[in-house]
T-cell receptor, first 113, second 113 residues
Framework: DSGVTQTPKHLITATGQRVTLRCSPR?????VYWYQQSLDQGLQFLIQ???????AKGNILERFSAQQFPDLHSELNLSSLELGDSALYFC????????????FGAGSRLTVL | AQSVTQLGSHVSVSEGALVLLRCNYS??????LFWYVQYPNQGLQLLLK??????LVKGINGFEAEFKKSETSFHLTKPSAHMSDAAEYFC???????????FGKGTTLSVSS
């Protein structure tokens, strides 16, 4: 157990729908990162939050959004889902703003039918 | 911009044989380099990292990697493979801003008895 908790582990939904993925960082960590892992794109950085504020943005689609709450948990919202959004979504956390000490969760597998 | 190339999407070795997984990087600044391992249905686990100092880095489970600036390489090795080493391995470089890891496409290691 890495200490980073992601829910749900698996999610199946239909095109056009909206889902929310949740992440609780490791105790004491202030930063949360979201990554998407797909067969064609590999591991892609989506977005980072630090202590409630957006810190860095990667290849995140406009249909996707995220936020980090005062208790430091984070949610990734995916809307108007397409077949190509099917992927494994990882959350990682780190103690501060640097990504050189990342701890990953087990991931949420999203299947869009 | 930083990037990582992993040579060989699939490597097969026999139990007890040398493991060599290749990684080349591109970076406009002195790189911070990482190797992560992903076991089936699990998140990514840090094997080892290079930041500064000694170029030969030892990690968990008997793995090590050597940073070679002249070759822009950070290959991962293990003298003797175990069946339990079968997994997917990712090389990564820290982006220039220090806000995210940029991953290679990954190499799947198979170990046969």
């Amino acid at each position: 157990d890495s200490g980073v908790t992601q829910t749900p582990k698996h999610l199946i939904t239909a095109t056009g729908q909206r889902v929310t993925l949740r992440c609780s960082p490791r105790s004491g960590d202030l930063s949360v990162y979201w990554y998407q892992q797909s067969l064609d794109q590999g591991l892609q950085f989506l977005i980072q939050y630090y202590n409630g504020e957006e810190r860095a943005k990667g290849n995140i689609l406009e249909r996707f959004s995220a936020q980090q709450f005062p208790d430091l948990h984070s949610e990734l919202n995916l809307s108007s889902l397409e077949l190509g959004d099917s992927a494994l979504y990882f959350c990682a956390s780190s103690p501060n703003t640097g990504a050189n000490v990342l701890t990953f969760g087990a991931g949420s597998r999203l299947t869009v039918l | 911009a930083q990037s990582v190339t992993q040579l060989g999407s699939h490597v097969s070795v026999s139990e007890g044989a040398l493991v060599l997984l290749r990684c080349n990087y591109s970076s406009s600044v002195p790189p911070y380099l990482f190797w992560y391992v992903q076991y089936p249905n699990q998140g990514l686990q840090l094997l080892l990292k290079y930041t500064t100092g000694a170029t030969l880095v030892k990690g968990i489970n008997g793995f090590e990697a050597e940073f070679k600036k002249s070759e822009t390489s950070f290959h991962l090795t293990k003298p003797s493979a175990h069946m339990s080493d079968a997994a997917e391995y990712f090389c990564a470089v820290l982006n220039q801003a220090g806000t995210a890891l940029i991953f290679g496409k990954g190499t799947t290691l198979s170990v046969s008895s």
